[in-house]
């Protein structure tokens, strides 16, 4: 099975636009996952910022795999963006440190969240890894 990057992208998008706070944008264009923001009224924020799908779907010797680490790296990549746009950490409270991202296939879905597996702070739906082909 090969792995169709934008269909990857696509579903991610999907999945990280619902866990998102208020106000921010997470969408697909041409296999790339873009994140985006709206300036608070404080003056932070804005501005977008992006993971290229296809081009970190070579990490890793199988699919399973590749699938991991792209989601995982994509799902840290919309922390570091949240976390740096709304001077606040994400996801959870005020308090330090904030929940790593985390991602694994576990029968044949890949499953993210924030935090540890057995009490995440925060969790994406799974993907159905044969559906992206």
Not at 110 to 121: E, I, L, T
Request: contains cysteine; aromatic residues 10%.
């Amino acid at each position: 099975m090969i792995v169709d990057s934008e269909k990857l992208a696509r579903a991610l998008a999907d999945r990280f636009q619902r866990i998102v706070p208020t106000g921010y944008q997470v969408y697909e264009d041409q296999g790339m996952l873009w994140y985006h923001g709206r300036p608070s009224p404080d003056g932070y924020g804005g501005g977008s910022s992006g993971s290229y799908i296809a081009e970190n779907l070579h990490y890793g010797d199988t699919v399973e795999e590749q699938v991991t680490w792209c989601a995982e790296h994509a799902l840290s990549e919309l922390q570091d963006y949240l976390d740096e746009t709304s001077t606040e950490p994400w996801p959870g409270e005020r308090t330090l440190p904030v929940p790593k991202a985390h991602a694994a296939v576990i029968e044949g879905k890949v499953h993210m969240w924030f935090g540890d597996a057995d009490a995440p702070v925060l969790e994406c739906e799974p993907i159905d890894i044969a559906t992206l082909d």
